[in-house]
């Protein structure tokens, strides 16, 4: 059981580069989420899913897309990257019938910079 | 929009001591909170919630608070040990918007042996 892992750990990007984070699963959670932490800002919302085929934006969705075509899988794009995204970024996944109200599960947390 | 607010300067405790953590939020209701605690280069870990109608919570060493006057919940680790430096995150559950959490920024918490 592996919970959430995402792919890559590290990398750099020039500016105007695209990217794409993967996030996957196996919890068979309904939720996913996609987060940025940056210092002294706490986690911010970039994009959540509630569920195969829909999402939703956070706090911070601009520059960002997502997509969920399956349920353990929650990718994050970048379509041209920018200084201002260098960041580590976090996926997480929780279910609405957990008993601590949506306790979410993090990712180990991919490191970006963009040159 | 909803806030939660903590303490953003570290705290420094001798080990044996009890540490104590702030975290205020905006009005908002039904307020749940949740507390994570992170590692350096690691995703956060849940440790505890409370609800707006919980006064305290205990797991093992760790105890929650909630003040709902004082839009206030504090976060307490007693007999702290070196192992318990990280930093705690505390967390605003957005009621029925798909379990979506608004974040302090986080209290980082040092114990020194």
């Known amino acids: 059981n592996a919970g959430v892992t995402q792919t890559p750990k590290f990398r750099v990007l020039k500016t105007g580069q695209s990217m794409t984070l993967l996030c996957a699963q196996d919890?068979?959670?309904?939720?996913m989420y996609w987060y940025r932490q940056d210092p002294g800002m706490g986690l911010r919302l970039i994009h959540y899913s509630v569920g195969e085929g829909t999402t939703a934006k956070g706090e911070v969705p601009d520059g960002y897309n997502v997509s969920r075509l399956k349920k353990q899988n929650f990718l994050l794009g970048l379509e041209s990257a920018a200084p201002s995204q260098t960041s580590v970024y976090f996926c997480?996944?929780?279910?609405?019938?957990?008993?601590?109200?949506?306790?979410?599960?993090f990712g180990p947390g991919t490191r970006l910079t963009v040159l | 929009s909803q806030k939660i607010e903590q303490n953003s300067e570290a705290l420094n405790i001798q080990e044996g001591k009890t540490a104590t953590l702030t975290c205020n939020y905006t009005n908002y209701s039904p307020a749940y909170l949740q507390w994570y605690r992170q590692d350096p280069g690691r995703g956060p870990v849940f440790l505890l919630l409370i609800r707006e109608n919980e006064k305290e919570k205990r797991k093992e060493r760790l105890k929650v608070t909630f003040d709902t006057t004082l839009k206030q919940s504090l976060f307490h680790i007693t007999a702290s040990q070196p192992a318990d430096s990280a930093t705690y995150l505390c967390?605003?559950?957005?009621?029925?918007?798909?379990?979506?959490?608004?974040f302090g920024q986080g209290t980082e918490l040092s114990v020194k042996p």
């Open positions: 919890m068979n959670h309904e939720y």
């Open positions: 967390a605003l559950l957005i009621y029925n918007q798909g379990g979506k959490l608004i």
């Open positions: 997480a996944s929780s279910s609405p019938l957990s008993g601590a109200y949506n306790e979410q599960f």
